[in-house]
């Protein structure tokens, strides 16, 4: 959905699944996601459910020093949260305009 | 008290035995209270550990325990991966191989510390930590017979999670229902404390 709307304007990198491929996450195919999704503006991620969040935070703690402070876990739900991230990324703005925008969809 | 290579071996391979033959229960305790993927999710983080037991004990106490934690939490799949990962990712911070019983008590409540911040969570919202802390504090008085003790605290402490109502964690999303079920993280903890009691009486 987010790619149809962004084509190629945005990187985007996604994945779901436990190492065996069966429902859980995965560390290791959160790290390859950042990877594919990255540009010097750093990356937001958008989780389902709480193994995903504590998952890509752990993720997040073992990339390289320079692109640690650059990737966000944002605090949106994933579809509307995703789509309204990349259209924002897409405008050009900052990682931190992203994660805003995204996060304006959760009740305070 | 010395960990060599050996009592390494013994322990990586007694908590990660203890744990896969408590994979169903777990299962079961899950699907009570969660999504039913705690057993599943903890045998293959401990099946990689078995996997690479003699790699790991061949390191020093603190490099082999960062060893598991990183084992487990590229291999556990799930939301305990991060938290066992951080617990024994953490143990491995400040463990040699030469050790007092304080100085784990210590580690041990670091990485508690430690696994409070990684699931934002505390003592009481029916979790592992509320096995941890009881077991902590035998831990820290010591005394005669420690490995029975420390066994049956971890094990009054996993049954004391039944009556609890989850504040953390999938059983949360229940409320009042998560009332009159074990907590499967309480019980996976007991499960590694009572492997580590074996092996010290063995050690004794």
């Not at chain 2, 999504?35 to 990689?48: I, L, Q, S, V």
């Not at chain 2, 919202?125 to 420690?146: S, Y």
Request: proline residues 3%; glycine residues 12%.
């Amino acid at each position: 959905m987010v790619e149809q709307m962004v084509g190629g304007d945005v990187p985007l990198g996604w994945c779901g699944g436990d190492p065996d491929g069966g429902l859980g996450t995965n560390v290791e195919a959160i790290m390859a996601a950042i990877d594919r999704a990255w540009s010097e503006k750093g990356v937001a991620i958008l989780v389902d459910l709480g193994g995903a969040e504590t998952n890509s935070e752990m993720a997040i703690e073992m990339l390289p020093e320079s692109r640690r402070n650059r990737v966000v876990v944002c605090n949106a739900p994933v579809v509307e949260g995703a789509v309204m991230a990349a259209t924002e990324a897409a405008s050009g703005a900052t990682l931190d305009a992203v994660r805003r925008t995204a996060e304006e969809l959760t009740p305070a | 008290m010395m960990i060599d290579q050996n009592t390494r071996k013994r322990l990586f391979e007694a908590v990660a035995n203890r744990v896969i033959a408590g994979a169903d229960e777990l299962t079961d305790l899950d699907r009570a209270i969660g999504d039913g993927d705690h057993g599943t999710n903890m045998r293959r983080g401990f099946e990689a550990v078995l996997a690479a037991v003699d790699e790991l004990a061949a390191k020093n106490l603190a490099d082999s325990l960062k060893g598991v934690g990183t084992t487990l939490v590229m291999k556990v799949g799930g939301a305990s991966g991060p938290l066992y990962g951080t617990l024994f990712l953490s143990l491995g911070k400040s463990l040699a191989d030469d050790v007092s019983r304080e100085q784990v008590a210590d580690a041990f409540a670091a990485a508690i510390d430690a696994v409070k911040a990684r699931g934002k969570s505390d003592v009481g919202q029916k979790t592992m930590l509320d096995v941890f802390l009881p077991v902590l504090a035998v831990l820290r008085e010591g005394g005669d017979g420690l490995p029975t003790r420390l066994k049956a605290a971890a094990r009054l402490a996993a049954e004391n999670t039944i009556p609890m109502r989850a504040i953390r964690g999938r059983a949360s999303f229940l409320g009042e229902r998560s009332i009159g079920h074990m907590d499967p993280g309480a019980r996976s903890s007991e499960l590694m404390i009572d492997a580590v009691a074996d092996v010290m009486e063995g050690c004794a």
